[in-house]
């Protein structure tokens, strides 16, 4: 029984792997996450063949939890993934990366806890809980229980944070200060832990565990959000694998490695792309009261109506649409691609730009436009389209703003100086469409809108690209 339940496990890993990599590109992405769903359940299958469960006096107490578990996670799953709004997308991803985290964090006070058991009834009162668990398991499973834990609560403030219902970047002053002072207390009493095996330690342990995932995830600025939720993602795919490594699972084990080292890799092209480290967005975002102030613009936003606005697009050589968050929020995903499909029949050539970091997660404007219908030949990262803004006629930038903001080239002074952009600001003519006169995400002043070849389209997104349908249709 133990080699079917190893195999499958082996197996379930296997196709886990193979789901991941299919994730790589948009055209295989659906085909990976259901390969990658097919592998869970076979782990969970397997998970009934466990001698602690069919073997053990309170195998129908287990197996009945177990079930239990899963309907309720698998429905409400299932039910919050039929209902969720693609705007909301960040922060469900956000809320179950979480979970994933605290689960990990929880079989690890588990686990603890039976060493703590097993130690408080030795004859000689010696023994600690490297002892009962063994040194390596120990070291895996207190590691995996901090970053689970901090990985857990810190995910919930990205979630509270992206939902609106949290709008704060400080909690204390000397916030940072305090955060230090917090983590150097969790390692003491994690180490604490190790050499004994007291419960009031254990309890003391993963109450700073929570509180430092608190502290450390408010202060980010909301711009980061996306290298956040990506760094987060890898830190619960190790805390799995070191759980894995506790349990002996070794679909745990492969599953987490893969997932954390695949976030980690995530995490820094992302942060890269910003041209900063993710040092940096702890403990300087973008978005925070530290986050400094740019250069004030100069000049006026000049207006334009969407009748010209259209007429301008509809005989223009080429057009690069770059979408933001705006875009999601207005959900006119699927208006832009009717628009994209009138220009195409006038024989514009159109292009999509999308930035590493558009939006609130990583590849939200990727999924936005996927669900849209927009074919994946039309879909440019930034490095591959920045050169064609110098041949481009329009520009059109709907619910963008730091991403396409040229005082990260130009602006010494500016949060966002050195983070990589799409040169919008090149092409012939820019057309932004945006809600109002407002900041981005960020809190930075955009000079692309004050520039003599950018006119401002103002409105709801969706109503202002059916507008520039309806005045490429008067043309047809």
Not at 189 to 206: E, G, N
């Amino acid at each position: 029984m133990e080699t079917i339940i190893q195999a499958s496990y082996f197996i379930a890993a296997v196709i886990f792997i193979l789901g991941l990599k299919q994730m790589s590109s948009p055209v295989t992405a659906r085909r990976g996450i259901l390969w990658a769903g097919a592998a869970m359940v076979l782990a969970t299958l397997a998970t009934f063949l466990a001698p602690e469960i069919t073997g053990s006096d309170q195998a129908l107490t287990n197996v009945s939890l177990i079930v239990i578990a899963i309907v309720i996670g698998g429905g409400y799953a299932w039910w919050s993934g039929k209902r969720v709004a693609m705007t909301d997308m960040p922060q469900m991803i956000a809320m179950y990366n979480g979970m994933g985290g605290g689960a990990a964090a929880t079989i690890a006070a588990v686990e603890l806890l039976k060493a703590n058991t097993e130690a408080s009834h030795d004859p000689t009162g010696t023994m600690t809980i490297a002892d009962a668990l063994g040194p390596d398991v120990a070291i895996l499973g207190i590691l995996g229980a901090i970053i689970g834990t901090v990985s857990f609560s810190g995910s919930i403030i990205a979630w509270a944070k992206l939902d609106g219902r949290l709008h704060r970047s400080k909690l204390l002053p000397a916030q940072h200060l305090i955060n230090a002072v917090i983590a150097i207390a969790t390692v003491g009493f994690a180490i604490a832990i190790y050499f004994s095996a007291d419960l009031t330690t254990i309890v003391i342990f993963y109450s700073l565990a929570l509180v430092l995932g608190i502290f450390i995830t408010v202060p980010v600025g909301g711009a980061d959000m996306p290298v956040i939720i990506s760094l987060f993602n890898a830190l619960t795919g190790l805390a799995v694998g070191f759980e894995g490594y506790v349990l002996g699972n070794a679909a745990m084990i492969i599953a987490g490695i893969v997932v954390g080292s695949a976030g980690s890799l995530l995490t820094h092209l992302m942060a890269v792309a910003m041209n900063r480290s993710v040092a940096n967005v702890f403990f300087a975002g973008v978005g925070t009261d530290s986050g400094g102030s740019a250069t004030a613009a100069e000049g006026e936003m000049k207006e334009i109506q969407a009748q010209d606005a259209g007429i301008l697009m509809a005989f223009a050589s080429q057009v690069i649409i770059i979408p933001g968050y705006g875009m999601a929020v207005a959900q006119a995903q699927h208006k832009i691609w009717e628009l994209t499909q009138l220009l195409n029949d006038q024989g514009v050539s159109v292009k999509f730009a999308i930035h590493p970091v558009a939006g609130r997660m990583p590849g939200h404007m990727n999924v936005l436009l996927a669900e849209a219908g927009v074919p994946y030949d039309m879909i440019y990262d930034m490095e591959d389209i920045n050169a064609d803004f110098k041949n481009t006629t329009v520009a059109l930038v709907i619910g963008a703003n730091d991403v396409v903001n040229p005082s990260a080239k130009t602006d010494t002074s500016s949060p966002l100086y050195g983070m990589p952009i799409l040169d919008a600001i090149e092409s012939d003519n820019v057309i932004v469409i945006k809600r109002g006169r407002g900041t981005g995400f960020s809190g930075v002043e955009n000079p692309l809108f004050f520039t003599d070849n950018t006119k401002m389209l103002f409105g709801d997104g969706q109503k202002a690209a059916s507008e520039l349908i309806q005045a490429v249709k008067e043309l047809t």
